[in-house]
């Protein structure tokens, strides 16, 4: 089935720790993103890619960073800059083009230690 | 940056009632989606809307894109167990710096009662 994958469910960091989500998706979409979710609050973006090898920052960019090596795959590393990185991260694809909406993955729930 | 009011912010009702949510935007959008969130998994697409007017069903859910592209609106019919969740709006923008975006509104909790 097509779809995307978001792995692992829980991760749990410790402090001064980078980790990294992955996120890969076989619908062939150009586009790929990154959000983040706190409770009571809608998705906020964190970095988008519309195509392999290019990235963009979002509205929440700092403290993380990612990588659009292959088009299949868009990982999120987060880092140790990130102060306050528990929350449940998702990652979404998109057809590149005008108006085409967003399909998710499950998301990563992350916690710290 | 643009914002979405979403409401209301949370919800509850007895099964067989109809539901409605709205959103409205401080700017303008091209596109207007509605999706749902169960707990623990990712938003899934509900409706997607592309032009002003536009009135759009799928099965008991009904939206529409307001005429003035600042706002949308989702209602349930009769609705049921199976409804509860989270409902996000969200505002997508094409071309520019914001290709693609989309803008969420901040979520309706939809609790529905037996």
């Known amino acids: 089935d097509g779809g995307i994958t978001q792995s692992p469910k829980y991760l749990f960091r410790k402090e001064g720790q980078n980790v990294t989500l992955s996120c890969e998706q076989n619908?062939?979409?150009?586009?790929m993103y990154w959000y983040r979710q706190d409770p009571g609050q809608g998705l906020r973006l964190i970095y988008y890619?519309?195509?392999?090898?290019?990235?963009q920052k979002g509205d929440i960019a700092e403290g993380y960073s990612v990588s659009r090596e292959k088009k299949e795959s868009f990982p999120l590393t987060v880092t140790s800059a990130q102060k306050n990185p528990t929350a449940f991260y998702l990652c979404a694809s998109s057809i590149r083009g005008l108006s085409q909406p967003q399909h998710f993955g499950d998301g990563t729930r992350l916690s710290i230690l | 940056g643009q914002q979405l009011n979403q409401s209301p912010q949370s919800m509850f009702i007895q099964e067989g009632e109809d539901v409605s949510m709205n959103c409205t935007s401080s700017s303008i959008f091209n596109t207007w989606l509605w999706y749902k969130q169960d707990p623990g998994e990712g938003p899934v697409l509900l409706i997607a809307?592309?032009?002003?007017?536009e009135l759009t069903s799928n099965g008991r859910l009904t939206a529409q894109f307001g005429i003035t592209r600042k706002d949308s609106f989702l209602n349930i019919s009769a609705s049921i167990p199976s409804d509860v969740g989270i409902y996000f709006c969200a505002g997508q923008n094409a071309g520019g710096t914001s290709y693609g975006k989309l803008t969420f509104g901040q979520g309706t909790i939809l609790t529905v009662h037996p």
């Open positions: 809307l592309y032009k002003a007017g």
């Open positions: 890619s519309q195509i392999v090898n290019d990235f």
């Open positions: 619908l062939n979409h150009d586009a």
